[in-house]
């Protein structure tokens, strides 16, 4: 049972990793390496006249792609992806392992996941880890300035252990308090407040940012769905 | 009775395993999401923007 739960989680998660990394260049890249553009001043917004810089409207065709000095930005830019795969790589076999444990307490109840059950686990990981804190704190393009991190970061934990334990009691709890107590713990990260600056400073057109948040969010649903059912595949508990 | 008592330290070492697995999944993402050091940071900066870690 050790030995699947280790080593399925792991597995689970490195496949979803390398699942998430493929995504992210199809969807994410572009909108990171934009905004870092915008971040060092090479590009103005037209929004923003006080950083300084020709104000202008910045058309989508202009920006693509190759730019600066290419063999230097080529090789940097291969070890800035190589790491990006790595550390997904490694995010997600972190995830795959909880959840791996996650299915064996399930077990533990005499609960079987099956790979459509792990699914839904998986949507409800994605619930947990991304979208109930980006509803505070959205998925942020490089150059945004926001509030203090380690208060962030503290929040960010409290919202993912708030959801996933809300979402356990509406999920198994047997009667209505459980249910009740579950929807207190969901809504209460929100009802507290995400830590966050009372002005706007961002440097990107928001249409970008927008376009990054969106894109993160739907690239997860996915790769948490696959993580779900990857670890159900590989680190199921067996039957009681 | 020695089935009541294998069966109930049966579930503790699973308990135990299930923890260590989750301890040992938490730390990978202690390092790869929460740690703010320049190193680390850098190295997993994109990944950490676009999954909405908090970063910076």
């Known amino acids: 049972m050790f030995k699947n739960m280790l080593a399925g989680g792991l597995i689970a998660g490195f496949g979803a990793g390398l699942f998430a990394a493929m995504l992210h260049f199809a969807f994410v890249q572009e909108t990171i390496i934009l905004a870092e553009r915008y971040e060092t001043g090479e590009l103005v917004h037209f929004g923003n006249d006080a950083v300084g810089g020709e104000s202008e409207t910045v058309s989508r065709d202009s920006l693509d792609p190759g730019h600066g000095d290419a063999e230097e930005a080529d090789t940097s830019a291969l070890t800035r992806n190589v790491m990006t795969v790595l550390f997904y790589a490694l995010t997600y076999s972190g995830y795959g392992l909880i959840l791996a444990a996650a299915y064996q307490v399930a077990g533990l109840f005499g609960r079987k996941i099956s790979l459509q059950q792990g699914i839904l686990w998986g949507i409800a990981g994605f619930t947990c880890v991304q979208l109930a804190p980006a509803m505070g704190l959205a998925p942020e393009l490089p150059g945004t300035i926001s509030a203090d991190i380690t208060l962030r970061q503290i929040w960010w934990l409290g919202t993912v252990l708030a959801t996933g334990a809300g979402l356990a009691l509406i999920g198994f709890g047997r009667n209505v308090p459980f249910v009740v107590v579950g929807v207190v713990l969901l809504a209460l990260p929100h009802v507290i407040g995400a830590p966050v600056l009372d002005s706007f400073n961002g440097t990107a057109p928001p249409e970008l940012a927008a376009e990054f948040s969106a894109r993160g969010l739907g690239v997860g649903l996915a790769v948490w769905a696959l993580l779900g059912w990857l670890t159900a595949r590989f680190a199921a508990p067996e039957a009681a | ?56």
């Open chain 2, 1 to 56: 009775m020695t089935q009541v008592i294998t069966s109930t330290t049966g579930t503790q070492t699973k308990a135990l395993n299930i923890l260590f697995v989750a301890i040992v999944g938490a730390g990978i993402l202690f390092f790869s999401g929460f740690v703010q050091s320049t190193g680390l940071h850098d190295a997993a900066h994109d990944m950490r923007h676009a999954t909405g870690f908090p970063c910076h």
